[in-house]
């Protein structure tokens, strides 16, 4: 959809063509301002350093709370489906807001790495997971016709907040502001951003899809395929007894380890491999970060019509190639195209398994059956990081990250042909 043709519908600002757009707009802006832990490689050293680490532990010690700040995403989005289903959207997020601005401040005067795992990686996480779940869910609810954009461009944001994040953190280093200082702006802005989400973003109603117009008919190659409607409609209880559940949820560990692994360590292994000064392996985590966002958006929106399933294998392939080729790729043109293949393919997948979640088991839970499908990118983030950190070299990690995507690919094909079975 063109802008011209959003903004003409936003003219009628109580029309449900309206409110969605700004249900969509708001949630973005929120999650534009998460999504810290993917500059953690800009953060990471003088983050660690505040509380005493010594220099030698820094990686081991950032690789822990890298993984903290996703490992209680899944419950914050688990406790803000279950509020989200009894009261409102509204009240998840608005928590989401105090316990993610909070933790921030309180990371700010950490003296001891016990207490910087407590509020940087619980209390941030928490509360980025009790804002973030009802934000996407809700862009998928209100748009039940384009599920993958909506869901892609939910997700995008918090993929494209490091693009300000990285060099503004940069730039405050450079100028000689204290790591605590860079925290309290970050939570002020996030208070703000994700406070304003929480008093506007509701759930749609009922009979979205009847008040929606229906697009002109199309034919030929213009027509733009129906959305998918799930063949049934389960909570999480009954989602979880079903095989193709778990098959989704080892495919999300598969797709997104990769990406955790690079993002985690970025500057570094850039430095590491390119050579790169401080400043300009800095500028490619923001080129990672954007890669990510857009992937997030584009791979979401061309699983609208090229289908889940087509759009994942595909995915799957390219971050086996790029993971391959990763250790390799001294060369800074092939560098940046790796990470620019890597990036589209890792934010893919979290802008796809939204609405491939809700194709799968409904719309009615999508909310709280996507936040247990999430535990599986939570996995990700515990394993990823790790398997970088404890392997013999760099290179054996990347590997078999491309081995594990490969196998994803393989377990992708083996899928659709049992679905094509049915």
């Known amino acids: 959809?063109?802008?011209?043709?959003?903004?003409?519908?936003?003219?009628?600002?109580?029309?449900?063509?309206?409110?969605?757009?700004?249900?969509?707009?708001?949630?973005?802006?929120?999650?534009?301002?998460?999504?810290?832990?993917?500059?953690?490689?800009?953060?990471?050293?003088?983050?660690?350093?505040?509380?005493?680490?010594?220099?030698?532990?820094?990686?081991?010690?950032?690789?822990?709370?890298?993984?903290?700040?996703i490992l209680f995403l899944p419950l914050g989005m688990i406790c803000a489906g279950w509020l989200t289903d009894k009261k409102s959207p509204r009240i998840p997020i608005a928590l989401g807001a105090i316990i993610f601005s909070s933790g921030l401040f309180l990371?700010?005067?950490?003296?001891?790495?016990?207490?910087?795992?407590?509020?940087?990686?619980f209390m941030v996480s928490l509360g980025s997971g009790l804002a973030y779940g009802p934000i996407v869910a809700s862009a998928v609810r209100w748009f039940p016709d384009r599920r993958g954009l909506?869901?892609?461009?939910?997700?995008?944001?918090?993929?494209?907040?490091?693009?300000?994040?990285?060099?503004?953190?940069?730039?405050?280093?450079?100028?000689?502001?204290?790591?605590?200082?860079?925290?309290?702006?970050l939570g002020v802005i996030g208070l703000i951003a994700i406070g304003a989400a929480a008093?506007?973003?509701?759930?749609?109603?009922?009979?979205?899809?009847?008040?929606?117009?229906?697009?002109?008919?199309?034919?030929?190659?213009?027509?733009?395929?129906?959305?998918?409607?799930?063949?049934?409609?389960?909570?999480?209880?009954?989602?979880?007894?079903?095989?193709?559940?778990?098959?989704?949820f080892l495919f999300f560990v598969l797709g997104t380890m990769p990406g955790l692994m690079l993002l985690s360590q970025a500057q570094p292994i850039f430095i590491a491999l390119g050579g790169f000064e401080l400043g300009t392996a800095a500028l490619l985590v923001a080129v990672l970060a954007a890669a990510n966002a857009t992937g997030r958006a584009l791979w979401g929106t061309i699983s609208d019509y090229l289908g889940r399933i087509n759009t994942l294998t595909v995915m799957f392939?390219?971050?086996?190639?790029?993971?391959?080729t990763l250790p390799f790729a001294a060369n800074p043109v092939l560098l940046v195209a790796v990470i620019l293949v890597i990036g589209t393919t890792f934010g893919g997948y979290l802008g796809l398994f939204p609405?491939?979640?809700?194709?799968s088991f409904g719309l009615k839970n999508t909310s709280l059956n996507y936040a247990v499908l999430f535990i599986a990118?939570?996995?990700?983030?515990?394993?990823?990081?790790?398997?970088?950190?404890?392997?013999?070299?760099?290179?054996?990690?990347?590997?078999?990250?491309?081995?594990?995507?490969?196998l994803g690919a393989i377990g992708a094909v083996i899928y659709k042909v049992r679905k094509m079975q049915k």
């Not at 392939?317 to 391959?324: G, I, R």
């Open 355 to 359: 609405s491939f979640c809700a194709d």
């Open 199 to 248: 008093v506007f973003i509701t759930a749609p109603p009922s009979n979205l899809q009847e008040m929606l117009k229906p697009a002109p008919a199309k034919t030929g190659a213009d027509a733009k395929p129906a959305p998918p409607t799930a063949a049934r409609e389960l909570a999480w209880t009954g989602m979880i007894r079903t095989t193709d559940f778990w098959i989704l």
């Open 317 to 324: 392939v390219c971050s086996a190639v790029a993971m391959f």
């Open 150 to 185: 909506a869901s892609g461009l939910a997700v995008a944001a918090v993929a494209f907040g490091p693009v300000w994040m990285a060099p503004f953190c940069n730039a405050m280093l450079a100028h000689g502001f204290h790591i605590a200082t860079i925290l309290q702006c």
């Open 107 to 121: 990371a700010s005067v950490s003296t001891s790495y016990l207490f910087l795992c407590i509020t940087f990686g």
């Open 1 to 69: 959809m063109s802008l011209c043709a959003v903004l003409v519908q936003c003219s009628d600002m109580n029309s449900p063509q309206s409110l969605r757009w700004i249900v969509l707009s708001l949630g973005i802006a929120a999650n534009l301002t998460q999504g810290i832990n993917y500059v953690g490689s800009v953060i990471s050293e003088p983050l660690v350093k505040m509380v005493e680490i010594p220099d030698a532990e820094i990686r081991a010690h950032w690789a822990t709370l890298f993984s903290l700040g």
């Open 377 to 406: 990118f939570a996995v990700s983030a515990i394993v990823g990081p790790r398997l970088y950190v404890v392997m013999a070299s760099p290179q054996y990690a990347f590997f078999t990250a491309a081995i594990l995507a490969l």
